[in-house]
């Protein structure tokens, strides 16, 4: 692993980067309890489920990192976030912002019953799939250990060692994974050797640190795949289940 962030660590020089501007409107606490910001921006800057944006204050425009801002609900030039804010990024704040960056999630067609699960700290960043799938008119199951309050009565919520037995009903699955949690699919599909038989289509947000948003190439958010690392910045955050080695 640190072999390869050596190799990787080089700045794109002269890469064009287009920041936009935004405002914190509101923090709530959302269904998870967990504070939740509202920015309105323009239409163009909002992040697809699974995307992110790079932001920071305008105050601190020449701090030396920005924060990977994910959707978890979207409404008319304004998206909402449950990643973790800077203490003094309080309603009011001027944001710049850079993206959307990344892969998005991409619900099959044909899909009919769709899974989520959550294997970190809840599953914010799946609600707009949620979303995505009640408009359709699809069945939707949620397998979280956090046990969000107000969903829709139309999603079915199960404890997460509940998964396994879903699998079958399930056309697709969407996770959400820690960066450092991939051993966790042990428990749901088994040891990755082991596997002789096609997985479920399926795709994982690999959530973890990426602190220089696909410009430099650090390494820090590389992901270990069946045939080479990938960086989550750029070739994720959300890759194929197929894809990953566990």
């Not at 909002?46 to 920071?56: E, F, K, N, S, T």
């Not at 220089?212 to 650090?218: F, S, V």
């Amino acid at each position: 692993m640190q072999a390869y962030m050596h190799a990787c660590i080089h700045v794109r020089v002269g890469s064009r980067v287009d920041w936009t501007t935004g405002i914190i409107t509101r923090i709530e606490l959302d269904s998870y309890g967990q504070a939740a910001a509202w920015i309105d921006c323009p239409m163009q800057s909002i992040p697809a489920a699974g995307q992110y944006v790079l932001a920071r204050a305008a105050e601190d425009e020449f701090a030396p990192l920005a924060l990977a801002l994910f959707l978890s609900a979207l409404a008319l030039n304004r998206f909402q976030t449950t990643s973790r804010l800077p203490p003094h990024w309080l309603p009011g704040t001027h944001l710049k912002l850079r993206g959307p960056l990344g892969r998005a999630f991409e619900l099959p067609p044909a899909l009919r019953r769709l899974a989520l699960a959550s294997l970190g700290e809840g599953g914010a960043r799946l609600r707009p799939l949620m979303d995505q799938a009640l408009a359709r008119g699809l069945e939707v199951a949620l397998f979280d250990d956090q046990h969000p309050r107000g969903l829709p009565p139309a999603v079915e919520a199960y404890p997460l060692s509940g998964l396994a037995e879903a699998l079958p009903w399930a056309d697709f699955l969407a996770l959400d994974i820690p960066y450092t949690a991939l051993a966790q699919l042990n428990r749901f599909f088994g040891p990755r050797p082991a596997l002789n038989r096609p997985l479920l289509a399926a795709q994982a947000l690999i959530a973890g640190p990426m602190p220089c948003g696909a410009w430099a190439d650090c390494g820090a958010c590389a992901v270990r795949t069946r045939h080479s690392w990938k960086l989550a910045c750029k070739d994720g955050p959300v890759f194929n289940l197929e894809e990953l080695d566990w």
